[in-house]
């Protein structure tokens, strides 16, 4: 596991699922109110868009919310530019 190097406080898949509406920014569709798991694949899990493994923080404007296979199938492919919708 990947330390944090920083981080806010209060980011989980929970507060990032209410945040982002329980949509995967990755594929666009609808997340469960489930946490991911191997069990669980298409439950919720947070993105790190520019990843900690290279060099991103844990943090609100870090982090958006994925499926588990989404989120796994990027791995740490580089930073995710959002679309932003408005």
Known sequence: T???????????????????????????????KVGGSAYVPRGATVDHL???????DHTWSNVALAHRFCNLSRGTGGVVQLLLVG
């Open 2 to 32: 990947l330390a944090m190097r920083t981080g806010d406080a209060g980011i989980d898949w929970r507060s990032v699922g209410e945040r982002d509406g329980w949509c995967c920014h990755l594929c666009g569709k609808s997340v469960p």
């Open 50 to 56: 520019v990843p900690i493994a290279h060099g991103g």
